[in-house]
């Protein structure tokens, strides 16, 4: 099994809701990351965790809030964002051997209106 | 700074034909490097990696080759294919858990 899942595909909201995007695996990677991307741009970084702790955060705003619940889990908690931060995110794993690739989840088209 | 740079944002090919899709780096500690795949709306497809201990991997038509004194790699497809038609992004990575994509080449194979 080499899928990461990631719930829902699609989401609209509005700047004063609260939403959580989730991503999951099951093949023991230990390294999970968040990414977005907006049109004709690359996947940005945004977030990585490593053994469930928080390893990285690329100077992301404060209204996204990740949450790493446990090995296979990935959250991304999202309140009061603005329509700029419509975009598609990406959840990925990796095992924490070195040189190995990193497997994408199918994305999550967030619209904020 | 752009660590990693596909200068090409599109590349157009016929069938049958070889494509070549280029990426250079400027980071050093990069170490490991990576091919990705992607259709609009899905995530990024795995294609083939190296390591910069080598200077050539090959995984059936795709081809990658490393020249690292000139911090520069080339994705080789051969036949290209119809399907292959897609956005290929290049990815770095190397003393961390961080992959850095370049910006992506729009790869058109007309049957």
């Known amino acids: 099994d080499t899928e990461v899942t990631q719930t829902p595909k699609h989401l609209v909201m509005g700047m004063t809701n609260k939403k959580s995007l989730k991503c999951e695996q099951h093949m023991g990677h230990r390294a999970m990351y968040w990414y977005k991307q907006k049109a004709k741009k690359p996947p940005e970084l945004m977030f990585v965790?490593?053994?469930?702790?928080?390893?990285i955060n690329e100077s992301v705003p404060s209204r996204f809030s990740p949450e790493c619940p446990n090995s296979s889990l990935l959250n991304l908690h999202l309140h009061a964002l603005q329509p700029e931060d419509s975009a598609l995110y990406l959840c990925a794993s990796r095992t924490w051997a070195p040189n190995t690739e990193a497997f994408f989840g199918q994305g999550t088209r967030l619209t904020v209106v | 700074d752009q660590q990693v740079k596909q200068n090409s944002p599109s590349l157009s090919v016929q069938e049958g034909r070889i494509s070549i899709l280029n990426c250079d780096y400027t980071?050093?500690?990069?170490?490991?490097f990576l091919w990705y795949k992607k259709y609009p709306a899905e995530g990024p497809t795995f294609l083939i990696s190296?390591?910069?201990?080598?200077d050539k991997n090959e995984d059936g038509r795709f081809t990658v080759f490393l020249n690292k004194s000139a911090k520069h790699l080339s994705l080789h497809i051969v036949p290209s294919q119809p399907g292959d038609s897609a956005v290929y992004f290049c990815?770095?990575?190397?003393?961390?858990?961080?992959?850095?994509f370049g910006k992506g080449t729009k790869l058109t194979v007309n049957p």
């Open positions: 965790y490593s053994y469930e702790k928080l390893s």
């Open positions: 980071n050093s500690m990069f170490d490991y």
């Open positions: 990815a770095a990575g190397g003393g961390s858990e961080k992959l850095v």
């Open positions: 190296i390591s910069s201990i080598k």
